[in-house]
């Protein structure tokens, strides 16, 4: 039952994230260098990341490695998701499965990964451009963070 809500999840997350870049390629048509701003702290703007985690590795040109390494990857979370016993921990490795195979499907169908939310207030702006599946990634890396952190250790038994 708890691998089943962590690939509803995952399935969720992938939903979103393809659908936001379907309208943004296909919608909204946005090009690179044009923009809408449909928030006050919200710019869409089509940037095509042809690496990896904040464009790292672009230059590399290597595309089809990377799809791979991340459908390595996206096999180990699932292996994870499915030996968990914690409902937070199957939740935050679905979120960041949905989001990689989100990105798995860019980088195979474009090259490239469609990024398009840039966040801003005022004049301080967020450095990159990112989309709904890295959004995804974030969130469930933090929550496994937090999840680690606030675990208690097993209370040793008392050898006395």
Known sequence: MRFAIGLLVALVVLAAD???????????HLQDGHFMSPLPVLDLVLVWNHGITFGLFAGFGAKILLAVLASLVIIALLVW???????????????IAGGAVGNVLDRLRYGAVVDFIHVHIGGLAYPWVFNVGDSAIV??????????????????????
């Open 18 to 28: 393809q659908a936001s870049k379907y309208a943004v390629l296909h919608i909204w």
């Open 81 to 95: 998701m499915a030996r968990t016993k914690s409902w937070l921990v199957t939740i935050a490795v679905g979120a």
């Open 139 to 160: 969130c469930g890396v933090i929550t496994l963070m937090i999840d680690n952190l606030l675990r208690r250790p097993p209370v040793a038994a008392d050898k006395g």
